[in-house]
């Protein structure tokens, strides 16, 4: 699978935009993009998935380039219950072998009050 | 929310004894997975099923048995606990497994061996 890269920290004041990059400059034609966050002690929680196109759903939208090797998360008003580890993980579409993700080290972000 | 719900919650035992966690889905989903997260490993896939009596190793099954005897129900046993297995451990489900379908994780189990 492609390798991402994250900033290792963020700020945002609460009911800001946050804006969450990530790199997957290797990523190939069938793989998908995806954003999960974890908040402390729980399970990580998927967020949104993307191919090509921009997409948009009731917790965030996900900015792809048009090259692919790059995407933003983006939280359109964050509150402080957003502040979690975000990670972004590149998936191939067809399964084959044991199918698990690979979370790296994350974003984690911060809002502030 | 997917409705998973991992028991027990938190559970500390001792070196040399069974232990069985337990994943339970309200979804109907085909494919369920046991994960272990660690610091500095992040999550690591331990064993995933397929379906009904169908599962198969992932990266770090050593150690880990799995059963499948329900839809709703993902067993991971560990048959001789050790301290190394101490971590936090999570299951996800997946309508498929094809990229375009993501994978719902419960909560975690924190587990302790002493």
């Known amino acids: 699978d492609a390798k991402t890269t994250q900033p290792t920290s963020m700020d945002c004041a609460e009911g800001r935009a946050a804006n969450l990059p990530c790199n997957h400059s290797t990523i190939s034609g069938n793989e998908y993009v995806y954003w999960y966050r974890q908040i402390h002690s729980q399970g990580p929680q998927y967020i949104i998935h993307g191919l090509k196109n921009n997409e948009t759903n009731e917790m965030a939208s996900l900015i792809i380039t048009e090259d692919r090797k790059s995407s933003t998360l983006i939280l359109p008003h964050a509150t402080l219950r957003d502040t979690a580890v975000y990670y972004c993980?590149?998936?191939?579409?067809?399964?084959?072998?044991?199918?698990?993700?690979?979370f790296g080290k994350g974003t984690h972000l911060i809002i502030q009050p | 929310d997917a409705g998973i719900t991992q028991s027990p919650r938190h559970k500390v035992t001792e070196t040399g004894t069974p232990v069985t966690l337990r994943c339970h889905q309200t979804?109907?989903?085909?494919?369920m997975y046991w994960y272990r997260q660690d610091p500095g490993h992040g999550l690591r896939l331990i064993h995933y099923s397929y379906g009904v009596k169908d599962t198969d190793k992932g990266e770090v099954s050593d150690g880990y048995s799995v059963s499948r005897s329900k839809t709703e129900d993902f067993l991971l046993t560990l048959e001789s606990a050790t301290s190394s297995q101490t971590s936090v451990y999570f299951c996800?489900?997946?309508?498929?497994?094809?990229?375009?379908?993501?994978?719902?994780f419960g909560d975690g189990t924190r587990l302790s061996i002493l």
């Open positions: 979804e109907n989903h085909r494919y």
């Open positions: 996800a489900i997946s309508a498929d497994r094809d990229g375009n379908q993501p994978q719902h």
């Open positions: 993980i590149v998936r191939p579409y067809s399964g084959g072998g044991a199918d698990g993700l690979t």
